[in-house]
């Protein structure tokens, strides 16, 4: 009998310091998103503060969080007594398909992370890409393979080179005559072949032509002198 009471004391004690408040959460140190904030995140894994880290359920929270097309990676980790890490690797929206009065929402590789009826940042449109269907937190499966390899290079290259913020429509339709418009210019880009040259050129000439000059910029054989030709 004394034995289970001491074990019975013990147990209780032990209970009595797992739920005491200084177990309850505190500190959250989260990745900071583009796509969401902390506190929507914390709502799509019913995080609170005050919650007890020891009854939390990490990993359904883990699981729901790579459930989510706009998450490729998250883990959540505790640091006693009373914060608990969330590490998201975030898929960033780096363009639009236009898709039966809708558009596709795409990150640099092609996949698609979400579908809505409007465009809510200055993001690159992209044209000419043919498909029947998507899946969403899938690569766009198209027809056309080799205009959509154009899209995957062209995204990252406009990634690298800080185009993000212009206003870009780019139609890849035909990959040997690829054209763009930004702004109020019209980019002529021909093919890939010298893609990240004609990137690198693009992002100096656009910060030297005026936002709202119209004209023609011939970027598709750069063994000739680039020339921009002004439209009245």
């Known amino acids: 009998m004394?034995?289970?009471?001491?074990?019975?004391?013990?147990?209780?004690?032990?209970?009595?310091?797992?739920?005491?408040?200084?177990?309850?959460?505190?500190?959250?140190?989260?990745?900071?998103?583009?796509?969401?904030?902390?506190?929507?995140?914390?709502?799509?894994?019913?995080?609170?503060?005050?919650?007890?880290?020891?009854?939390y359920d990490k990993k359904k929270a883990t699981e729901q969080l790579n459930q989510n097309h706009y998450i490729e990676s998250a883990k959540i980790e505790v640091s006693l007594p009373s914060t608990?890490?969330?590490?998201?690797?975030?898929?960033?929206?780096?363009?639009?398909?236009?898709?039966?009065?809708?558009?596709?929402?795409?990150?640099?590789?092609?996949?698609?992370?979400?579908?809505?009826?409007?465009?809510?940042?200055?993001?690159?449109?992209v044209h000419g890409l043919k498909f029947d269907q998507f899946q969403l937190g899938e690569l766009l499966d198209v027809k056309n393979k080799e205009s959509f390899d154009v899209?995957?290079?062209?995204?990252?290259?406009?990634?690298?080179?800080?185009?993000?913020?212009?206003?870009?429509?780019?139609?890849?339709?035909?990959?040997?005559?690829?054209?763009a418009n930004i702004n109020q210019v019209e980019i002529q880009f021909g093919s890939v072949e010298n893609?990240?040259?004609?990137?690198?050129?693009?992002a100096q000439i656009l910060s030297t032509i005026p936002e709202k000059d119209r004209g023609i910029l011939d970027l598709s054989d750069m063994n000739k002198p680039i020339v921009f030709r002004y439209l009245s």
């Open 151 to 179: 899209v995957v290079l062209v995204s990252q290259l406009i990634v690298k080179y800080e185009l993000l913020s212009n206003i870009m429509e780019i139609d890849v339709d035909d990959p040997e005559n690829i054209t």
């Open 84 to 125: 608990i890490s969330i590490e998201i690797n975030e898929r960033k929206v780096r363009g639009y398909v236009p898709y039966a009065g809708s558009y596709l929402y795409i990150d640099e590789y092609g996949r698609v992370l979400d579908i809505q009826n409007e465009t809510k940042r200055v993001l690159p449109v």
């Open 2 to 55: 004394k034995f289970i009471l001491i074990l019975l004391v013990a147990c209780l004690g032990g209970a009595g310091i797992i739920f005491s408040p200084i177990f309850s959460v505190h500190t959250l140190d989260i990745t900071e998103m583009e796509q969401y904030s902390e506190e929507e995140i914390c709502e799509i894994i019913g995080l609170k503060m005050g919650a007890n880290v020891f009854l």
């Open 195 to 202: 893609c990240e040259q004609k990137m690198a050129y693009l």
